[in-house]
C-alpha cells in the first residue's frame, strides 16, 4: 500500500479554507439580491467593499506571519502554504479593487486618476494593490527561475510596502475609531520587525560560526 | 446681414430661479386653498385636500415634501450612525433596545426668557404634529429618503422665547455611559462627549429645520434619536443631532462634536455641497440606500431654494 501524503490532504484543505470568506459574500450578495436576509446591512456595495478590503488585509497578515511561523515553531513545510495564501491576498485584493472600479466610480477613469492623485486614503490603497501584482505574476516556479533565487526574493520584499499601505488606507478608512487600523499596524510591526531582528541576528551569528569552524 | 442684439431684458429684471419655484409653489397653494374655499358643498373633482372632519387643515403636510420613494423603515432603522451605541452601522439598532427614551427631560438654558428643565411631554405638549418626507444625505456619501413626523424646529424655538442677543442654538445629546457603551470606552475613545450641535438662529427658524418625534407615523425607534432628534436635510446627516437633552441659546457660534473631532474634515454648516470634497472622498455622488447606481449629490441637498439665500456672500468652500 502506498504511503499516505498528508500534503494531499493539508493543501486542498487549506485551499477551501482560504476560499470561505468569499464563498460567505459571494452567498450573502445572492440572498441580498433575491430579497432574503443574507447578513448585509441596508447598503450591500459597501458591506463588499469593507470585506474584500478587510480581507485583503487579513490574507495579508496570514502570509507575512508563515516565516515568523516557520522560524519560531521550526515548521519549515510550513512554506508550502506561503504561495497559495499570498495569491489568495491578491484575489480579495482584485476584488477590492473591482469594486472600487466598478461599483464605486462606475469606471470613470478620469475621477479615478484624480481620486488617486488627490486623496491619500485611495494612493494608499492602490500602492499596496499595484505592488501585488508583480508578485502574483513571478510567483510560478517557472519566474523563480527566470529571475534566480535572490532577485525573486529581493523583488517579493514588496510586499513588505503593501502591507505598510494597506494598513495606512485602512486608517484613512475610519472616521474616528482607529482601533482596527491601530491594532493591524501593530501587527505588521511586529511581523516587519521579526524579519529586521532575524536578519540582524543571523549577521551577527554568522561571523561567529565561521571563525569557530 | 444678421447683427444679433443683446437681450432687452436687464439682467436685475429676470425674476431669480428660486423664485419662480416659489412662484410656483405659491400657485399650487392658492389653488389648493381656493378648492377648500369652494369646497363647502360642492366636491371639486381630482383636489384632495388635507381637511380633517373638524374642518382644521392638517399642518402643512405636502409643502416641503420630497415625492422620491421613502426608504424602507426596516433599512432606516438598521443602518445609522449614533456613535454612543457604536461605530458600526447595526450597532445603534443592536444596543439601543433597552434605551429609555420616557421619562425624558430637556434642559433649557442660556440667552432665553423661559430657561428650564422640561419634562420632554411639557415642552412639546400643543405644537401641531405634521409629517415631513425629507431626503437624507449623510456625510459618507449614501442617502435616504425618510418620513419624519414631528414638528418645526421654529415653533418649539417661539414657545421658548430666545432674546435677541441669541444668535445660535445649541444641542446636547444624553450622557448616559449606562445606557451608551461607547460612553463607557475610555482606550481609543471615538469622540468628547456629549454630541454636540449647533445652528444660526436663521438656520434654526427656518420651515425645513425640524425636530422629529417619529418616523412613518410610529414613535421614533431609539437608533433613530428617541425621544428628540433634529433634522436638516440641507445638511449632512451628522448635524441631526439625537437624544437631545440640552437647546442652548447664545451668541457665538458653537463648536459641534465633528468639527472638534477633526476640523479640516467637518465644519460649524456641513451643507450639503456636491462641489466641495470631503478632503478623503468626493461628495459629488451618492448611493441612495436600495439603488445600484450612483446618482448626482444636488446642492443643499435638492434644499437650494428654501436655504440658499441663507448663505449668500458666504464662502462655501472655506465655511463647509
Known amino acids: 500500500m502506498p504511503k499516505l501524503n498528508p500534503w494531499w490532504i493539508l493543501k486542498p484543505a487549506v485551499f477551501v479554507a482560504c476560499l470561505l470568506p468569499t464563498a460567505w459574500i459571494g452567498r450573502a450578495l445572492w440572498l441580498t439580491y433575491q430579497g432574503l436576509d443574507g447578513g448585509l446591512s441596508a447598503n450591500p456595495i459597501k458591506d463588499v467593499t469593507e470585506f474584500t478590503g478587510l480581507w485583503t488585509l487579513r490574507f495579508l497578515m496570514i502570509t507575512l506571519a508563515i516565516t515568523p511561523l516557520r522560524r519560531i515553531t521550526g515548521l519549515s513545510s510550513l512554506i508550502r502554504f506561503r504561495r497559495m495564501v499570498g495569491l489568495f491576498t491578491f484575489f480579495q485584493g482584485v476584488l477590492h479593487w473591482i469594486t472600487y472600479i466598478w461599483l464605486d466610480q462606475f469606471f470613470m477613469w478620469g475621477e479615478i486618476a484624480k481620486d488617486i492623485v488627490k486623496r491619500p486614503f485611495i494612493t494608499s490603497g492602490m500602492l499596496g494593490f499595484t505592488l501585488m501584482i508583480p508578485l502574483a505574476i513571478t510567483s510560478t516556479r517557472k519566474w523563480i527561475a527566470r529571475l534566480g533565487g535572490s532577485r525573486w526574493q529581493k523583488i517579493h520584499r514588496l510586499i513588505y510596502i503593501s502591507a505598510v499601505a494597506g494598513v495606512v488606507h485602512y486608517y484613512f478608512f475610519v472616521k474616528s475609531d482607529i482601533f482596527y487600523p491601530l491594532a493591524y499596524g501593530l501587527l505588521v510591526t511586529v511581523l516587519l520587525g521579526f524579519r529586521g531582528w532575524h536578519a540582524i541576528r543571523t549577521r551577527t551569528l554568522k561571523p561567529a560560526t565561521t571563525y569557530s569552524r | ?320
Open chain 2, 1 to 320: 446681414m444678421l447683427i444679433q442684439r443683446g437681450s432687452d431684458i436687464s439682467s436685475s429684471e429676470i425674476t431669480p430661479e428660486n423664485l419662480c419655484h416659489n412662484r410656483r409653489e405659491f400657485i399650487k397653494t392658492a389653488s389648493t386653498v381656493l378648492g377648500i374655499a369652494a369646497a363647502g358643498t360642492i366636491i371639486v373633482p381630482g383636489c384632495t385636500t388635507n381637511v380633517e372632519a373638524t374642518g382644521e387643515p392638517q399642518a402643512k403636510h405636502g409643502q416641503y415634501d420630497t415625492t422620491e420613494k421613502p426608504t424602507s423603515l426596516d433599512d432606516i432603522a438598521s443602518y445609522n450612525n449614533y456613535y454612543e451605541f457604536g461605530t458600526g452601522k447595526d450597532d445603534p439598532a443592536r444596543n439601543s433596545k433597552n434605551f429609555k427614551p420616557k421619562p425624558w427631560t430637556v434642559k433649557v438654558e442660556g440667552m432665553v426668557k423661559k430657561p428650564a428643565t422640561y419634562d420632554l411631554d411639557e415642552l412639546i405638549k400643543g405644537l401641531t404634529t405634521e409629517d415631513r418626507i425629507y431626503r437624507m444625505r449623510c456625510v459618507e456619501a449614501w442617502s435616504m429618503v425618510i418620513p419624519w413626523s414631528g414638528f418645526p424646529l421654529a415653533n418649539l424655538i417661539s414657545r421658548l422665547e430666545p432674546t435677541p442677543s441669541a444668535k445660535f442654538v445649541e444641542f446636547k445629546t444624553l450622557v448616559d455611559p449606562n445606557q451608551y457603551p461607547e460612553q463607557r470606552r475610555s482606550f481609543l475613545k471615538v469622540l468628547d462627549w456629549p454630541y454636540v450641535e449647533g445652528l444660526r438662529m436663521d438656520e434654526a427658524t427656518n420651515p425645513l429645520a425640524f425636530i422629529a418625534t417619529g418616523i412613518y407615523g410610529k414613535p421614533l425607534p431609539n437608533q433613530n434619536g428617541a425621544p428628540l432628534r433634529l433634522v436638516t436635510p440641507w445638511k449632512y446627516g451628522f448635524k441631526g443631532i439625537k437624544a437631545i437633552v440640552n437647546i442652548r441659546f447664545t451668541d457665538k457660534q458653537p463648536v459641534n462634536t465633528w468639527q472638534q473631532q477633526a476640523p479640516q474634515e467637518y465644519g460649524f454648516y456641513a451643507n450639503v455641497n456636491p462641489m466641495v470634497d470631503h478632503p478623503r472622498w468626493s461628495q459629488a455622488r451618492e448611493r441612495r440606500i436600495g439603488e445600484f447606481f450612483k446618482r448626482p449629490t444636488l446642492m443643499f441637498n435638492g434644499y437650494a431654494d428654501q436655504v440658499a439665500q441663507m448663505y449668500s456672500g458666504l464662502d462655501l468652500r472655506k465655511n463647509y
